[in-house]
């Protein structure tokens, strides 16, 4: 499977928004290749890694973020959500899973009840190694253009996540720790 077949499929090559989203995509994809190769006793199927690492937000098209020239008509927070149902449909249900799992460091039934989130209440955090290691390698990537696609460190990553919780703090230090790495 081509990730960049389905990527495609709903987005323009020349458009600004394809240029965000595959950018972005490759640096996770990337990331993500490494961390695997820091734990190979985990046994992380690296080529699913590959392809789900570059679908993990398949879905933004159909979320409203200006900033990223999104405009579609959901709020961001629901676009992991969104892509599972794409992927779904397309015939790729490990890889929608990814999706799903991917926001945040993950969100659990009570953050979804509790903050209000316009999703199903059930958990939708990352299990598997390779949903868990896509998931963590995200977090040091920003779409946002300004942030000139630097890689973000691990104190930038780690303020970015406390205003969530601490739950959402412990889970990335758990990650961290599992993945092996500094």
């Known amino acids: 499977m081509d990730p960049y077949d389905l990527i495609h499929e709903f987005y323009d090559p020349a458009s600004r928004l394809y240029s965000i989203l595959v950018s972005h995509s490759e ?3 990337e990331k993500a290749l490494k961390i695997a190769g820091n734990v190979p006793w985990l046994n992380p199927d690296l080529d699913f890694i590959q392809q789900a690492a570059m679908l993990h937000d398949i879905a933004i098209f159909q979320t409203n973020v200006p900033k990223i020239s999104c405009h579609g008509k959901h709020p961001y927070v629901i676009h992991g959500y969104l892509g599972r149902q794409l992927l779904e449909s397309k015939g790729f249900p490990r890889h929608a899973l990814v999706c799903e799992r991917h926001v945040g460091v993950g969100i659990s039934a009570e953050e979804i009840k509790n903050h209000g989130f316009p999703l199903p209440v059930q958990d939708m ?5 390779e ?52």
Not at 125 to 129: K, L, R, T, Y
Not at 139 to 152: C, H, M, R, V
């Open 27 to 29: 640096q996770v994809a």
């Open 125 to 129: 955090v990352p299990e598997s190694i």
């Open 131 to 182: 949903e868990i290691i896509i998931c963590f390698a995200d977090k040091f990537f920003s779409k946002d253009p300004n942030y000139k696609k630097q890689e973000k460190s691990i104190a930038e990553v780690m303020e970015s996540i406390t205003r969530y919780g601490r739950k959402q703090e412990d889970r990335f230090m758990k990650w961290k720790t599992l993945l092996n790495y500094s």
